[in-house]
C-alpha cells in the first residue's frame, strides 16, 4: 500500500500543495493563489487567514485529484517563506495583518541596531551581514514603536511557518531555520536572549523552538475537519523555503550548493561549520539539523520577468491563443543576440540583500538605444539575473571556499530552458535541472518529514532520490561578451548608490541616518 506525505510551499503569492509519496514522486498538485497588501510605499502585508484557507482548501484538492484516502497520509508539513511576523494574542488570535518578508519598513530601526554595536562594519562583523529594513528584529522593534497596543498586547510572534503549525496542531512553536533568519544562535541552538534584550526586545516573546524532523503534534479535530484529513495526523516542524529547497535540489551533501529561481532567488550551501556571513550572505540554520546553510538571497528574481510580462505583454496576456506568455516570452529571448546588443539590467526591484545589502537600491536600464526593441529589454532582464547570480557565485567561492562547478537548480525558472542557457553562458558553470523543479520546495520538506518518520536514515541518504533532467554546458563563443557585461553590472551599483539612496529617501519618505 502506497502512503503519502502532504507538503505545502506557502510562498508570497500563493500556496502549493504537493502530495509526495515515500519515494519522493509527485503524485498530485494544487495552488491556490492570495493577495500581497501594500499599504504604504515599501510595505507589504497579507492575512494570516489567507494562508490557511490555502493550505485547508488545497489539501482537499489534491486529496481528491489524487484519489487518495486520508488514512494514506502519512504526515503533513509546511515550506515557508521566511521573515514574517504575525503577532498572536493572548486568546491565540492574529492581532494585526502579518508583515511579511517582502516589507522594508524599517530602515531606520536597522540602523539604530547596528548603532549600538558601533556601526554597520563592527555590526556585520559580530553578525555576518549587515542589518537592513527588511530584517525581522528591526520590524519587531518598528511594531513595538509604533504600534505598541499590538506589540504589548502579543503573547508572542509566530512567523509563516509557526503561524501553519498552530493552525494544524494549536502548539505556537519556532522551527529552527525559521528561527535563524530572526536571532538563533546556530552553535547553541536557542534564542539569543542576550542579544534580544540588548537591541529592546523581549525574548519572553520568542516562542519554544523545534527541528524540521520534530513531531510538533497532531492535526487537531478543526484543523482535520477543514483539511479532509484524519485528526491527529502527524504534523511536522517542516522550516523556511530556502532550507526545504536545498533538500529538494538533492543539496544535502558537505559543500553541496543550489540556485533557486522563484520570485525571489538565491544561492545556497550546505555544510557543517559554521561561517560568518558576510557581503550580505547569511548563514542559517539548515533543514538537517547537523548543519548549517549559507545563503545568498536576491530580492527579485522570477519577480522580475513577472514585471516585464505584465507592462510588455499584456495583449499577449489577454489573447486566449496564447496559453503561456512565458513559453512566448522564451521564444522571443532567443531571437536576440547574447548580451541584448550591449543593453544591461540590475534586477534590483525592491532593494537588494545580496551581493548587496541595501534596502534603497532599484533596478536600471543601462545603455538603450534607439535600436533596442522590447525583445531585447526582455532578454536583458533575463541576462540580469544571471549577473547577479553570478556575482553571488563568486562570492560564494572566492570569500567562503566552497567551489560551485556545477549550479542546480530549482524553481520555477528552471522550467525556462533559454534561461537555463542564459545563466549557464554567464556563469561559465554547467546548470543542471531536476525532475518537478517547481515542486522542489515541497518535496524537499515532505523527505525531511521522511527523515522524521524514519523512511530515510539521514539526510545524505535523500542524495540518491533527486532526478536531475536536462543538463545545460556554457558556450564559449558568448565568454567575452558576458564577461565584459558583467564587469559593467558590476560597476553599476557602485556607480549608482548614493543616487538611489538620495532619491528613494525621498520617495518613501524617510531619512536613514
Known amino acids: 500500500m502506497t502512503q503519502y506525505i502532504i507538503a505545502h510551499d506557502v510562498g508570497t503569492g500563493g500556496n502549493k500543495a504537493v502530495l509526495v509519496d515515500t519515494e519522493g514522486n509527485v503524485r498530485a498538485t494544487a495552488f491556490m493563489p492570495y493577495p500581497v497588501h501594500y499599504p504604504r510605499p515599501d510595505w507589504a502585508e497579507q492575512e494570516p487567514e489567507d494562508w490557511w484557507g490555502a493550505v485547508a482548501t488545497t489539501t482537499r484538492q489534491v486529496l481528491e485529484r489524487a484519489g487518495v484516502s486520508p488514512k494514506d497520509i502519512l504526515a503533513v508539513t509546511h515550506a515557508t517563506q521566511m521573515l514574517g511576523i504575525v503577532p498572536m494574542g493572548r486568546d491565540g488570535q492574529v492581532l494585526r495583518r502579518a508583515i511579511i518578508w517582502l516589507d522594508g519598513r524599517a530602515p531606520q530601526h536597522a540602523e539604530r541596531i547596528m548603532r549600538r554595536f558601533l556601526g554597520r562594519r563592527v555590526f556585520a562583523m559580530v553578525a555576518g551581514a549587515e542589518l537592513s529594513g527588511k530584517d525581522g528584529l528591526p520590524k519587531l522593534l518598528w511594531l513595538k514603536e509604533n504600534e505598541p497596543h499590538v506589540y504589548n498586547g502579543m503573547s508572542c510572534f509566530l512567523d509563516v511557518n509557526g503561524y501553519l503549525t498552530y493552525r494544524a496542531t494549536g502548539q505556537m512553536v519556532f522551527e529552527w531555520s525559521c528561527a535563524s533568519a530572526f536571532a538563533l544562535d546556530l552553535k547553541k541552538k536557542d534564542w539569543m536572549r542576550g542579544l534580544i534584550r540588548y537591541i529592546g526586545g523581549d525574548p519572553a516573546k520568542f516562542p519554544p523552538l523545534v527541528r524540521s524532523t520534530d513531531r510538533v503534534g497532531g492535526l487537531t479535530a478543526e484543523a482535520a475537519r477543514a483539511c479532509g484529513l484524519l485528526e491527529g495526523t502527524p504534523v511536522f516542524g517542516g522550516g523556511g523555503d530556502a532550507p526545504g529547497a536545498a533538500v529538494g535540489a538533492g543539496a544535502v551533501r558537505e559543500g553541496d550548493g543550489h540556485v533557486y529561481l522563484g520570485t525571489s532567488g538565491w544561492v545556497g550551501v550546505v555544510t557543517r561549520k559554521t561561517p560568518t556571513g558576510r ?17 545568498a538571497e536576491m530580492e527579485t528574481a522570477g519577480a522580475c520577468l513577472k514585471w516585464i510580462a505584465d507592462q510588455f505583454y499584456r495583449h499577449e496576456q489577454a489573447d486566449p491563443n496564447i496559453p503561456n506568455v512565458y513559453a512566448l516570452m522564451d521564444e522571443d529571448v532567443e531571437q536576440i543576440p547574447p548580451g541584448s ?32 526593441t522590447r525583445e531585447h529589454l526582455l532578454r536583458a532582464v533575463y541576462e540580469g539575473v544571471a549577473y547577479n547570480l553570478r556575482w553571488l557565485v563568486e562570492i560564494v567561492e572566492r570569500t567562503f571556499g566552497f567551489p560551485l562547478p556545477v549550479l542546480r537548480i530549482i524553481g520555477g525558472g528552471a522550467r525556462g530552458a533559454p534561461w537555463m542557457q542564459i545563466i549557464a553562458d554567464v556563469t561559465g558553470r554547467r546548470v543542471e535541472t531536476v525532475v518537478n523543479p517547481q515542486e522542489a520546495g515541497a518535496v524537499g520538506m515532505a523527505l525531511t518529514a521522511g527523515v522524521g518518520l524514519g523512511l530515510y536514515p539521514d539526510f545524505e541518504s535523500l542524495r540518491k532520490v533527486i532526478r536531475v533532467e536536462r543538463e545545460f554546458d556554457p558556450r564559449p563563443e558568448n565568454a567575452g561578451t558576458y564577461d565584459l557585461l558583467y564587469r559593467a553590472y558590476r560597476r553599476l551599483y557602485s556607480s549608482l548608490r548614493g543616487l538611489y539612496r538620495e532619491v528613494n529617501q525621498v520617495r518613501f519618505g524617510q531619512q536613514c541616518r
Open 341 to 372: 546588443d550591449y543593453l544591461v539590467c540590475t534586477p534590483w526591484m525592491y532593494g537588494e540583500r545580496a551581493p548587496v545589502s541595501d534596502t534603497w537600491v532599484r533596478a536600471t536600464f543601462f545603455n538603450i538605444s534607439a535600436d533596442h
Open 279 to 295: 557581503h550580505g550572505v547569511a548563514c542559517i540554520q539548515s533543514a538537517d539539523p547537523q548543519k548549517v546553510m549559507l545563503f
